[in-house]
């Protein structure tokens, strides 16, 4: 299984920032197109962002496009989230995972049999 690792996650006031950071165990990155996934209470998890495997061609949902920015060090085996004008509807645990790759730009669809990991949790709150 391919395992990654979410950290970056706490507790921001609506409007603040942070940067969440995906690394990889045990393989190398770069080989996958990376997404980011989020949960909320009561939710089902969603697409939230993902970038090829060059890191070409972002694919954001709706949500967060203008406010969120997906990229990749391969050297440092690590894709990250920037979060900006973080609203409280941005609460949720987060999670990254190996996706699928269209034929334009990557996809929110995981790869099958994806472990998920214990994902960070963001919270947005005055």
């Known amino acids: 299984q391919l395992q990654l690792v979410e950290s970056g996650g706490g507790l921001v006031q609506p409007g603040g920032s942070l940067r969440l950071s995906c690394a990889a165990s045990?393989?190398?990155?770069?080989?996958?197109?990376i997404g980011w996934f989020r949960q909320a209470p009561g939710k089902e998890r969603e697409g939230v962002s993902c970038?090829?495997?060059?890191?070409?061609?972002?694919n954001y949902s709706v949500t967060v496009k203008g406010r969120f920015t997906i990229s990749r060090d391969n050297a440092k085996n690590t894709v990250y989230l920037q979060m900006n004008s973080l609203k409280s509807e941005d609460t949720a645990v987060y999670y990254c995972?190996?996706?699928?790759?269209?034929?334009?730009?990557?996809?929110?669809?995981?790869?099958?049999?994806?472990?998920w990991g214990q994902g960070t949790q963001v919270t947005v709150s005055s």
């Open positions: 045990g393989f190398t990155l770069d080989s996958y197109a």
């Open positions: 970038v090829s495997r060059s890191g070409s061609n972002p």
């Open positions: 995972a190996p996706v699928l790759t269209g034929t334009a730009m990557c996809a929110f669809v995981p790869l099958p049999n994806t472990y």
